[in-house]
T-cell receptor, first 116, second 113 residues
Framework: EAGVAQSPRYKIIEKRQSVAFWCNPISGHATLYWYQQILGQGPKLLIQFQNNGVVDDSQLPKDRFSAERLKGVDSTLKIQPAKLEDSAVYLC??????????????FGQGTRLTVV | GESVGLHLPTLSVQEGDNSIINCAYSNSASDYFIWYKQESGKGPQFIIDIRSNMDKRQGQRVTVLLNKTVKHLSLQIAATQPGDSAVYFCAEIYYNQGGKLIFGQGTELSVKP
């Protein structure tokens, strides 16, 4: 079974620029998560999709971050404009179905964003 | 300016010894508690989970203990190996919120050969 794919692996941008991250979840997984992980901290949930609907985006800074999951498969996370404090690893994860027992979330390797 | 990360708690053990990693939680509404292992440059990897109505669950070389009275979770690793060196996170999942998965603070485990 192929894992969660993320790209790019690394990205360096200047502040106020825009950036987009892409995630391809495991085939058949209905739930997709985006996390922000700042160095030395645990992953922070930004947004959670079930199929192409948003389940939770309470921690997403909506003035600059946006995410979509068209057709309920791949997802993109965008930051516009970026700030220095957005420097972090952005992790995508997927699970078979959220809201049922014994679901395991599988994580991609993440995209390391550096804002200079 | 640039964000400064928190200093992770660290645990250093000798190869072959048992390791105990602790986690405190505050929300009693969690359905499951999960331990994840994160190696450098990789995403978190599921280790073991425990339902909130259980107090112990065993896996291969790992045991998770849940004490709901004091809201404490622990991960015990038997015969710790160098490959166990990583950051370990506890996490909570809420099924009444569509499978919302929330991570706690991690602990960095270092295994000395």
């Amino acid at each position: 079974e192929a894992g969660v794919a993320q790209s790019p692996r690394y990205k360096i941008i200047e502040k106020r620029q825009s950036v987009a991250f892409w995630c391809n979840p495991i085939s058949g997984h209905a739930t997709l998560y985006w996390y922000q992980q700042i160095l030395g901290q645990g992953p922070k949930l930004l947004i959670q999709f079930q199929n192409n609907g948003v389940v939770d985006d309470s921690q997403l800074p909506k003035d600059r971050f946006s995410a979509e999951r068209l057709k309920g498969v791949d997802s993109t996370l965008k930051i516009q404009p970026a700030k220095l404090e957005d420097s972090a690893v952005y992790l995508c994860a997927s699970s078979r179905v959220g809201g049922t027992v014994n679901t395991e979330a599988f994580f991609g390797q993440g995209t390391r964003l550096t804002v200079v | 300016g640039e964000s400064v990360g928190l200093h992770l708690p660290t645990l250093s053990v000798q190869e072959g010894d048992n390791s105990i990693i602790n986690c405190a939680y505050s929300n009693s509404a969690s359905d499951y508690f999960i331990w994840y292992k994160q190696e450098s440059g990789k995403g978190p990897q599921f280790i073991i989970d425990i339902r909130s109505n259980m107090d112990k669950r065993q896996g291969q070389r790992v045991t998770v203990l849940l004490n709901k009275t004091v809201k404490h979770l622990s991960l015990q690793i038997a015969a710790t190996q160098p490959g166990d060196s990583a950051v370990y996170f506890c996490a909570e999942i809420y099924y009444n919120q569509g499978g919302k998965l929330i991570f706690g603070q991690g602990t960095e485990l270092s295994v000395k050969p």
